[in-house]
């Protein structure tokens, strides 16, 4: 609903699972227009998810007595609405109980899991700030965002498997018809998995694109431009340079 410079919202939901009985969670949001160019929400909700087939049954990966997660979570934050320039931050806190993630050492599984398996972590705490901007000035766009995150494991105070304590991007766009570019910067901070550390990593992807037609538009792409080696996760490399060239039709689009 809408009154006045005030908006909320009410969520509810219930399931009825074959597995895990009845489940119900909920949502509240609230939004403030503090002035024309200020919005400030919070917002509050819990949720359950149930595993997936792979979580419970893939070989040598899925363990069928997995828990579902129940979850907490809150946040707040604030909005900027220029004239064509925009920002928001948010600050949030989750609280997990049996979060279902990737336990990488074998004597941490049952019996028969020689590569790791899936599994719950009892306690977890997810906080952290998310903040982002963007803007167009003529011909030009941009944007860029950046998430700093706390997860942690209550029980042990031990950082996540496979959470990077930040990420972050930026895009710097041109399009002057029937031209048009962008280069995009993905960076990816440490994370641990497996008893190592894995680095951190920054990519750049660059395309271009011509309309030489009024529904036809010739496409470039090259996605990590500095042939980057890196892991997402341990002991699985990601792909290298990669070059796409191709044509595009939509006679709705253009």
Wanted: hydrophobic share 40%; net charge neutral; with cysteine.
């Amino acid at each position: 609903g809408v009154v006045d410079a005030h908006r909320w919202q009410v969520d509810l939901r219930h399931d009825d699972h074959d597995v895990y009985g009845a489940q119900t969670t909920g949502k509240l949001g609230y939004a403030w227009q503090v002035a024309p160019q200020w919005t400030l929400r919070a917002a509050v909700g819990t949720a359950f998810r149930a595993p997936s087939f792979n979580e419970l049954y893939f070989p040598d990966f899925g363990v069928e007595t997995i828990e579902p997660e129940r979850a907490r979570s809150a946040e707040v934050g604030a909005a900027w609405q220029g004239s064509g320039w925009s920002a928001q931050a948010t600050v949030f806190d989750n609280r997990v109980r049996d979060l279902i993630g990737y336990e990488p050492d074998p004597a941490a599984c049952p019996a028969g899991y020689p590569f790791g398996c899936a599994a719950n972590v009892s306690r977890s705490r997810l906080r952290g700030t998310s903040l982002s901007a963007q803007g167009v000035e003529g011909a030009w766009r941009w944007r860029v965002g950046a998430e700093f995150l706390d997860a942690k494991d209550r029980n042990t105070g031990a950082r996540l498997v496979r959470r990077a304590a930040y990420t972050g991007n930026a895009t710097l766009g041109y399009d002057a018809a029937p031209w048009g570019a962008q280069a995009t910067v993905n960076a990816v901070g440490a994370r641990p998995e497996g008893g190592a550390q894995l680095a951190a990593y920054q990519l750049l992807d660059l395309s271009a694109h011509w309309q030489f037609a009024s529904s036809w538009r010739l496409e470039a792409k090259l996605l990590n431009a500095f042939d980057k080696r890196y892991e997402p996760a341990k002991d699985y490399g990601a792909l290298g340079r990669q070059a796409w060239i191709g044509v595009r039709f939509d006679s709705n689009a253009f």
